[in-house]
């Protein structure tokens, strides 16, 4: 089971994003929908074929957003793996689309428009399988595999170390969380009291990957029992989430792998409509009515 099940993200302009993760990155746009919470909010869902869990990254569009502020708590970096002897295919595909990039250790680190960093990261690890392969012109041997890493910053790293280790018996080791043989999560210290401000590139939350309804309301309960801080357990159609914030006031999501994209839309044509799930279906009119206009 992959560890991250996707990061969520707010982006300005909506045209420049899909032109980034679909034409420069390759992926495929995989859900066209809203924000649930917002239903002014346009929500563009990117990954593999399928849409699989930890293959996804989303964004939130606000035409008008401004600059944002990471101050004292904030979480950055989408960190995606690479499959093996795939990373010179990558800088000459960056330089291609004159994206600048900086290069070490098998790495590439540049920035999406909305000055999001991104970092790739050449694994041992195979290529997609037939399946999940996107119809692009990036070679399927040459394809990203998914999230690989990002960082939560918090004003007290322990503070947080000690929730997961806690919550979820995951152990901080210099500053860094194993999540498997290849995915990670950082948590890095801050130095600013200021409060932080969401704008153009902040991350909304990460999510961590859960197997079904049963092990996410098992996790609920732990989470109430030893009093961390839950903001909402729920359904999103395609998959269940429940939100916690960790000590430093980022928010987690925790999100079932199913039942998945396919709910609203066929796999073959995922992305190609607006799409809603069944319990918002009967508010499509209001909905596309009221989406925020384009800057």
């Known amino acids: 089971m992959a560890a991250f099940h996707h990061i969520s993200l707010l ?5 420049e994003n899909v032109r980034f993760y679909t034409d420069v990155l390759g992926m495929r746009f995989v859900k066209n929908t809203v924000n649930q ?23 939130f569009v606000v035409p008008q957003l401004g600059h944002r502020y990471e101050n004292q708590q904030f979480i950055s970096t989408i960190g995606l793996k690479l499959p093996k002897n795939s990373l010179a295919y990558w800088q000459e595909r960056l330089e291609h689309y004159s994206v600048d990039y900086t290069v070490s250790e098998g790495q590439l680190r540049f920035l999406d428009p909305d000055q999001v960093e991104i970092l790739l990261t050449e694994t041992e690890l195979p290529p997609l399988t037939s399946e999940h392969q996107v119809t692009t012109d990036i070679p399927a041997e040459k394809q990203l595999l998914g999230l690989h890493s990002t960082q939560l910053h918090v004003s007290d790293p322990q503070a947080t170390s000690a929730f ?19 995915d990670f999560l950082e948590i890095l210290p801050t130095d600013s009291d200021k409060t932080s401000h969401m704008g153009r590139g902040s991350a909304d939350h990460i999510a961590f990957a859960i197997a079904d309804d049963a092990a996410l309301y098992d996790l609920q309960q732990r989470a109430k029992k030893q009093g ?8 999103r159609g395609y998959f269940k989430s429940l939100y916690i914030r960790e000590p430093g006031g980022n928010r987690l999501e925790f999100a079932t792998l199913g039942p998945g994209f396919t709910i609203d839309e066929p796999l073959e044509q995922l992305g190609e409509h607006f799409a809603l799930p069944p319990f918002l279906a009967d508010q499509r ?3 596309e009515a009221n989406i925020y206009p384009e800057a």
């Open 164 to 182: 997961f280790e806690t919550f979820l018996s995951w152990t901080t080791v210099d500053q860094r969380i194993q999540l498997n043989a290849t």
């Open 11 to 15: 982006t300005k302009d909506s045209r």
């Open 37 to 59: 919470e917002n239903h002014r909010m346009l929500h563009y869902y990117y990954g593999d074929y399928q849409g699989s869990p930890g293959s996804v990254v989303t964004f």
């Open 228 to 235: 961390w801080m839950i903001e909402k357990l729920v359904s």
């Open 285 to 287: 009119a209001e909905i």
